[in-house]
């Protein structure tokens, strides 16, 4: 179980009930959109805008504490943030999975004469699954 209220306050940001709720949703899906977040949100809190939700992401991103994942065509996803990682992307389903960057790519992202901070790889192909059909 995380601990929404600390993450929020570490990141210098105030613990809401609508921030809290969007680090809820984000969580249980993995990688979810807006209009994804606002659907789920929606039904338990009826007031809740979806202005309020963009608001609140864009404020989340900008503070480190989720990370937006671009799709060609389609929506960006939002994920927590949690350590440097690969991005598999199905373009047929839009499904996402997660891949630990491995020693040898880490090496290979060292470049000389810049100091990389972080990284965002997306990796954009078809999931076993939608081979199959």
Do not use: W
């Amino acid at each position: 179980m995380t601990d929404y209220i600390t993450l929020l306050k570490e990141n210098d940001l105030k613990a809401t009930i609508q921030r809290t709720s969007i680090l809820k949703s984000i969580k249980q899906a993995g990688h979810i959109n807006i209009d994804d977040i606002y659907e789920v949100l929606k039904e338990q809190y009826p007031t809740l805008s979806l202005a309020t939700i963009y608001k609140n992401i864009i404020l989340m991103q900008q503070n480190s504490v989720i990370i937006e994942v671009p799709i060609n065509g389609e929506k960006s996803k939002y994920e927590l943030k949690k350590d440097d990682h690969i991005h598999l992307i199905c373009q047929s389903c839009g499904e996402i999975q997660d891949r630990e960057i491995s020693v040898k790519t880490k090496e290979t992202l060292e470049i000389s004469n810049f100091q990389l901070n972080s990284s965002q790889i997306n990796l954009y192909g078809v999931c076993q699954v939608c081979q199959g059909r």
